[in-house]
């Protein structure tokens, strides 16, 4: 830890965490627009949670109504840019997997494949349409006071070092709460719940780690190893539960290769429920270290 971080105020600290993630939204919102970048409405994404993490980890420092404000509207912009990379993940996903099918049934599931690419061409309209809208706009001009200035208030004076840090036991402590619940054969949504507690303490330690040093960063990395576990199983619950769906109203040719494309996807979700206890050893283990 160098020297600047042993002496960084909270405050300080805090600035630069929110004007990062409000940066890392800007520099992707023009490819979001053009649409040119398949990666783009992906980081434009991750940004917006990211921010909204930023605003939760960092709540003692901040006034609460602005930032209350502000994660609410980033709530809607991150539904709308949601929508189309939900209709993006599941098509690479099922493109990817279709390769588990046997090759004289691959041609029926074309049909499946029409269906998710009209999906995603109505979600990137309704995308296209909030980024226009006044009330996009008006975010855009809350995230640049917020980016010059967040409305910090009485702690963010004293030494980051000594006040930040602990602010990942809080997440961290839902998230161990919610393991502990899990029954043996735990539900999907569970897990689901799991990964997004995940997410949310993966995303405090990395905004603090900075100033708490490699044992931070170290369970910022087992974090993200336990949410990619936990993401490659709800991708696959996703997309089973959609065939599913296009099964039942497809006709009997499509419906069977879509059954076949499920059955990818239920193994796909059964090995990420096998590698969840150890992710999830790992991440305990390096929270453990931090003491």
């Known amino acids: 830890m160098g020297e600047r971080a042993r ?18 939204f ?18 434009a994404r991750v940004a917006t949670r990211r921010l909204r993490s930023d605003l939760r980890t ?55 494949f029409a269906r998710l690419e009209r999906r995603w061409i109505d979600a990137r309209a309704d995308l296209l349409e909030t980024l226009h809208s006044a009330r996009h ?23 980051a070092r000594d006040v930040l840090p602990p602010l990942v036991e809080r997440p961290w402590g839902k998230l161990a709460a919610a393991v502990r619940a899990l029954g043996p054969e735990p539900a999907d949504v569970d897990l689901h719940a799991v990964r ?23 369970l910022g990395r087992r974090l993200a190893d336990l949410q990619d576990v936990l993401g ?9 539960a959609w065939l599913a769906k296009v099964a039942a109203d497809a006709d009997a040719e499509v419906a069977f290769a879509a059954g076949m494309l499920a059955a990818v996807e ?17 991440a305990r283990r390096a929270h453990r270290d931090l003491r």
Do not use: C, N
């Open 58 to 112: 960092f709540r003692p420092f901040l006034e609460r109504e602005p930032a209350g404000e502000l994660r609410a509207e980033l709530r809607w912009l991150g539904a709308e840019l949601g929508a189309v990379r939900d209709a993006e993940v599941l098509t690479e996903r099922l493109r990817r997997h279709v390769a588990g099918v046997p090759a004289d049934h691959r041609l029926a599931l074309e049909p499946v």
């Open 266 to 282: 239920h193994t796909s979700a059964h090995r990420a429920r096998a590698e969840f206890p150890r992710a999830w050893t790992r």
């Open 232 to 240: 490659e199983h709800q991708d696959a619950v996703v997309a089973h």
């Open 196 to 218: 997004i507690l995940a997410k949310r303490t993966r995303y405090a330690a990395e905004a603090i780690a900075p100033v708490a040093g490699a044992r931070m960063r170290h």
């Open 137 to 159: 706009e008006a975010l855009g001009e809350r995230l640049a006071r917020w980016h010059a200035d967040p409305p910090r208030r009485g702690r963010a004076d004293r030494r």
């Open 7 to 24: 002496r960084a105020r909270a405050g300080t600290v805090v600035h630069e965490a929110i004007a990062g993630s409000i940066e890392r």
């Open 26 to 43: 800007r520099a992707h919102e023009p490819d979001v627009l053009a649409g040119h970048d398949p990666e783009a409405v992906h980081q």
